[in-house]
């Protein structure tokens, strides 16, 4: 998957946003870059951070930025990745809920979509897989995390 991502140029490495809105409009950006959404798709993503809260924040630090199958904006299936340097908070109350690594993802075929979010579930529940993610600063650093988790 993370090879994936670097060879389709679904990849982004920031220093940082100055907003989680603006955070969410940029992990976008790969996937606008290749069709699969276009600019409404970030807009219908914050809008339903806006009315459920940050359900996008999965662990700490880790976002997968998504609306509902086919909506708005949505053109195609795929994910991608995106790294800040500084992380973005999106709720000031509570201390877990930011994230500077985001997994977008948009989805128009449920079978696909469901083979991505599988193995975002394995990723993340890989300890040291998740503490690397955190200090990749480049698309060769994700290559070396793909060849050594066979991602």
């Not at 992380?87 to 500077?100: L, N, Q, R």
């Not at 650093?141 to 050594?148: N, P």
Request: aromatic share 8%; proline share 5%.
């Amino acid at each position: 998957m993370l090879r994936e991502m670097v060879e389709k140029r679904r990849t982004l490495f920031m220093e940082g946003a100055d907003t989680w809105q603006e955070a969410v409009r940029l992990s976008c950006k790969p996937l606008e870059s290749d069709g699969t959404v276009d600019e409404t798709y970030a807009d219908e993503i914050i809008k339903c951070v806006e009315l459920h809260g940050p359900y996008i924040v999965l662990i700490p630090g880790f976002a997968m930025p998504h609306c509902q199958q086919g909506s708005a904006g949505t053109h195609g299936t795929g994910i991608c990745f995106m790294k800040l340097e500084n992380p973005v908070v999106f709720d000031t109350s509570d201390p877990e809920k930011y994230a500077s690594v985001f997994f977008t993802i948009a989805s128009i075929d449920p079978d696909l979509h469901l083979k991505n979010m599988r193995m975002l579930f394995r990723m993340l529940t890989d300890e040291d897989l998740v503490a690397d993610l955190l200090k990749v600063c480049s698309d060769g650093d994700l290559l070396c995390l793909a060849d050594k988790y066979r991602l």
